[in-house]
């Protein structure tokens, strides 16, 4: 394994869209592993191909609950909707809100070539729809709703108000 160089905002490669993975081979094994490394190494929670310098669609994905491997992923279904302050390994420093479904279906395929289906919400689901919007160029600026500092600023102070009001009624 080793550590990738994570393409930066501005980099023609992250406006591309990805190739479809044709065979699982040690290559594409490989960039599972490296890209692995490298998400964990810049302390993320997902990585697209793309994102390092690679035109394939593979996405690696940890929000917490183990590491998720897609080749080939595609949003079958998608229901409800969140508003979540993203970032991106690619635009550091850069946070801003974006509406995303509450729940998606994503099917792909494994680094062992079988089929996938996940079921996703929350966060897991905002995670995957960020990696797929990569593999199709597109980055979470593109997608980000204008607001001022200040409004970007209460809006985090209500978040977190939020979050530990339900962290309380969970005890």
Request: charged letters at 30%.
């Amino acid at each position: 394994m080793a550590l990738r160089n994570i393409l930066k905002d501005g980099d023609p490669v992250l406006r591309k869209i990805a190739r479809p993975v044709d065979t699982i081979d040690a290559h594409i094994l490989t960039l599972l592993d490296d890209m692995a490394e490298t998400m964990y190494h810049a302390e993320g929670v997902g990585l697209a191909a793309p994102q390092v310098g690679v035109r394939r669609r593979v996405v690696v994905i940890d929000v917490g609950e183990g590491l998720i491997e897609m080749i080939n992923p595609v949003i079958v279904e998608s229901s409800g909707e969140q508003c979540f302050a993203e970032g991106c390994l690619s635009l550091p420093g850069l946070q801003g809100y974006v509406e995303r479904p509450e729940s998606v279906r994503v099917q792909s395929y494994n680094r062992k070539g079988e089929a996938m289906e996940y079921r996703a919400e929350g966060y897991l689901a905002i995670a995957m729809c960020h990696e797929i919007d990569h593999l199709n160029g597109i980055l979470f600026s593109d997608k980000m709703i204008p607001m001022s500092e200040e409004e970007f600023q209460e809006r985090q102070r209500l978040d977190a108000e939020r979050a530990a009001h339900e962290e309380e009624a969970e005890l």
